[in-house]
């Protein structure tokens, strides 16, 4: 009673204990090893109070934890393997394969990404060019009137 506790106190772990198994997930910005120590934690603490779950059910729990971007990589296991017979330590390792495949992959885009120069140029606005323009445009457009009120007074046809 002194070391392990009471029934209810016993009870009151088990509850715990199973409650962090059922709502167990992987974090975001997790990878598979930290998870899984985390879930051997929790499966040790469980049998430290006499309840086991059997291999299948942990494994299953191990696919159902993991993230959306796992889901192709959970359906390939779930049709390829036997999720009975299936050892922990294989699917961890082939979970950890995964990890290694993604990893790798995020970081050639990376540097694909670093690869490629942006060039932005930076646009300024000056209003005294602006106002200068348009008046160049207004004088022009004046010229060019008086041009034609110069051809028509001298009889010639308009354009």
Known sequence: VTSEGTNQVKEAK??????????????DNEDIKTMFTRFTNITNALQAVDKVYTNSEMVRKILRCLPRM???KVTAIEEAKDLNTLPMEDLIGSLMTQELSILKRDDEEETERKKKKVIALKSTSNE??????????????????KFLESKKKIGRKPF
């Open 70 to 72: 796992w889901m192709p």
């Open 14 to 27: 088990i509850n715990m204990f199973v409650h962090e198994y059922e709502m167990f997930t992987m974090h």
């Open 128 to 145: 005294e060019t602006d106002n200068e323009s348009d008046q160049e445009l207004a004088l022009i457009t004046r010229k060019f009137k």
